[in-house]
């Protein structure tokens, strides 16, 4: 498959835990925040956004926390599985449909 | 509904040649953005197309290409081609409006460059 995951930072977890994956952005201006899930052989997949007025946002799941004070963002991902083992990205865009990318985070999760 | 199709899957070329790549976008998507990525540099925006024109660009050099057909359908085009440019060619589409859309991204053409 794609070799996405070289280069990257990992964080191994266990099965159940709860996993954070932070990620660090450059752009005061960008209005949204959004997280990506990219599985081996396959493209980036959504998973949250987040407006830049807001500073939490949940899903089924997920959850993103934004500071702007510090630029940082973070995916928290509640009881992990092993279908979350992945790279994930952080993107900021500030409008219509160009993305920044971080730089990823692989997350590896064991049984 | 079908997702983002691109052709070809994997691609093999020689230094100096020139590729086209074609990412055919959900159905109804009038955007479609191209994004490079490659283990050194992660993703990386080329260019986005709304309603045939280009509407964004990225930081690549002229080699790199693209257009939009009056069906949304794409294509990017790399000319002269380098070793550097072995990468995932990843599209993705969205709906028209301006604002913050979000982005369905397609499998991928990984391009190998010898």
């Known amino acids: 498959g794609e070799s996405v995951g070289l280069h990257l930072p990992t964080l191994s977890v266990q099965e159940g835990d709860n996993s954070i994956i932070n990620c660090a952005y450059s752009n005061s201006a960008s209005d949204y925040f959004i997280w990506y899930k990219q599985e081996s052989g396959k493209g980036p997949q959504f998973i949250i956004d987040i407006r830049s007025n807001m500073d939490k946002r949940q899903g089924q799941r997920v959850t993103v926390l934004l500071n702007k004070t510090v630029k940082h963002l973070s995916l928290q991902i509640a009881a992990t599985q092993p279908g979350d083992s992945a790279v994930y990205f952080c993107?900021?865009?500030?409008?219509?449909?160009?993305?920044?990318f971080g730089k990823g985070t692989m997350l590896l999760v064991s049984p | 509904k079908a997702g983002v199709t691109q052709t070809p899957r994997y691609l093999i070329k020689t230094r100096g040649q020139q590729v086209t790549l074609s990412c055919s976008p959900i159905?109804?998507?009038?955007?479609v953005s191209w994004y490079q990525q490659t283990p050194g540099q992660g993703l990386q925006f080329l260019f986005e197309?709304?309603?045939?024109?280009?509407?964004n660009k990225g930081n690549f050099p002229g080699r790199f290409s693209g257009r939009q057909f009056s069906n949304s359908r794409s294509e990017m085009n790399v000319s002269t081609l380098e070793l550097g440019d072995s990468a995932l060619y990843l599209c993705a589409s969205s709906l028209p409006a301006g604002g913050h859309n979000e982005q369905f991204f397609g499998p991928g053409t990984r391009l190998t460059v010898l």
């Open positions: 993107a900021e865009t500030g409008g219509y449909s160009t993305l920044t």
């Open positions: 197309y709304f309603s045939e024109t280009q509407r």
């Open positions: 159905s109804g998507h009038r955007s």
